[in-house]
């Protein structure tokens, strides 16, 4: 059989992330959606985590330049075609990220702003949110936060701005578009609303709310947002696109542990009724 040695390559995808050893959340999370997508990714550790499905019990951050390092050796060989950001673990990581990413203007970037886990354990201190807020999001072209991470990212001497007024803050920050999420409102259904600057509502998703809570749910849209910015498709379908890929992972999502449930990434590989 003749080597494919001349096969076009699919996009091509740097995610920066946490380890996760649950496969839940996480650079594990990245990989499999990009993957299941159509993508190829590449991965940047950015911290090593304690976790289960359940909750994180403590972080380590990975050293700047290992993960400045470990970007630029993979950004000198091949060429990517979108960028996601998740939990970066240190204010040194934020800065040597943005640093990396500033030279590549043209490439669609997601943050996905993880400052807290499913349980409410915080992966981000008031230091490492202003220089997300100063450093990346000027480079961010589509920005997930939930609404806790928005109010979070934006809240000074104890305003309480209302979710558009947040939005309106983000874009003014930097940030292309905000794709603000409605996971966490006591809401019968999840509305997704997505901004563009100036706050300007250019769509609104709703989609049902499911039981149970998820592990990850978050770095699965961010990620499958990245994956279809690669396949250079305009944000607002990328966003549309993402948003069924992940409502259809959860709908098909698994509860390996005593914790949370998982979303199935895989679900379009798996056969009706195999189990996940």
């Known amino acids: ?7 076009a390559s ?20 990245d990989v499999l959606t990009l993957s299941a997508i159509g993508c190829h990714p590449l991965s940047v550790t950015t911290a090593l985590t304690v976790q289960d499905t359940a909750g994180v019990a403590s972080i380590m951050a990975v050293d700047a330049e290992w993960v400045a390092d470990q970007a630029r050796m993979l950004l000198e060989d091949m060429r990517v075609d979108a960028f996601k950001i998740g939990l970066l673990g240190s ?11 500033a ?6 970037l997601v943050l996905d702003p993880v400052l807290a886990s499913g349980r409410g ?11 997300l807020c100063e450093l990346l999001l000027p480079l961010t072209t589509v920005l997930t936060p939930n609404t806790l991470e928005a109010r979070r990212l934006i809240e000074r001497g104890g305003d309480s701005p209302t979710l558009v007024e947040c939005a309106e803050r983000l874009l003014r920050l930097g940030c292309a578009y905000v794709l603000l999420t409605g ?11 997505l901004y563009r600057a100036p706050c300007d509502l250019v769509r609104s998703d709703s989609w049902e709310r499911l039981p149970g809570s998820y592990h990850g749910s978050g770095c699965t849209l961010a990620s499958a947002v990245a994956a279809y910015l690669a396949m250079r498709r305009p944000v607002e379908a990328a966003v549309q696109a993402a948003q069924d890929y992940t409502w259809r992972s959860l709908v098909a999502g698994f509860r390996p ?19 996940a």
Do not use: C, W
């Open 1 to 7: 059989m003749t080597p494919f040695r001349n096969q």
């Open 10 to 29: 699919p996009p091509v995808v740097l995610t920066f992330a946490a380890s996760d050893p649950s496969g839940g959340a996480g650079i594990q999370a």
């Open 91 to 101: 204010v040194d990581n934020v800065a040597a990220i943005a640093d990396l990413v």
């Open 103 to 108: 030279d590549y203007p043209d490439v669609p």
């Open 121 to 131: 354990d915080a992966l981000a201190d008031e230091e490492m949110i202003a220089a």
């Open 183 to 193: 996971t966490h409102d006591a809401t019968p259904r999840v509305v997704n609303n």
């Open 257 to 275: 542990g005593m914790g949370q449930y998982i979303p199935d990434r895989l679900f379009g590989m798996r056969k009706p009724g195999e189990r």
